[in-house]
Each structure stands twice: as structure tokens, then as C-alpha cells.
């Protein structure tokens, strides 16, 4: 399916997405969260291992100023 094809889909054929993400050491939907902690959820930083690890080696050998 191209892109373009994918932008004409009608709400009827499109399927719900269900997010999930891990909280205190095991994985949940965000859809069962509480009102408290789906907020947190929105307000979380994502990142990359691959960015931390770059960041945390030139912090070792002060790459970056």
C-alpha cells in the first residue's frame, strides 16, 4: 500500500493502536492507566539508547565541551 493509499483510508477501516509501555518492571497498556499517570506518561522524555551512549562516551573522554 503507498502512502498515498494509506491517507484515504475511511475511520471504519482503520484500526485501533494500542500503546504499551513499562511501569515498575512490567509492560501495560496506556489505555488502563489512571487519569495521574497517563499525564505522566505524556510528559515522559523518550530517547535513544544509541544518543545516551554517545553522550555518556564523550562525557568519558570530553569530547564535547
Do not use: D, I
Amino acid at each position: 500500500m503507498s502512502a498515498a493509499a494509506a491517507a484515504q483510508l475511511v475511520t471504519a477501516e482503520r484500526t485501533r493502536c494500542e500503546v504499551w509501555t513499562r511501569v515498575m518492571g512490567y509492560h501495560r497498556p496506556v489505555s488502563h492507566f489512571n487519569t495521574g499517570k497517563k499525564s505522566e506518561h505524556v510528559s515522559r522524555k523518550h530517547f535513544t539508547e544509541a544518543m545516551v551512549a554517545n553522550h555518556e562516551f564523550n562525557e568519558q573522554y570530553k569530547l564535547c565541551s
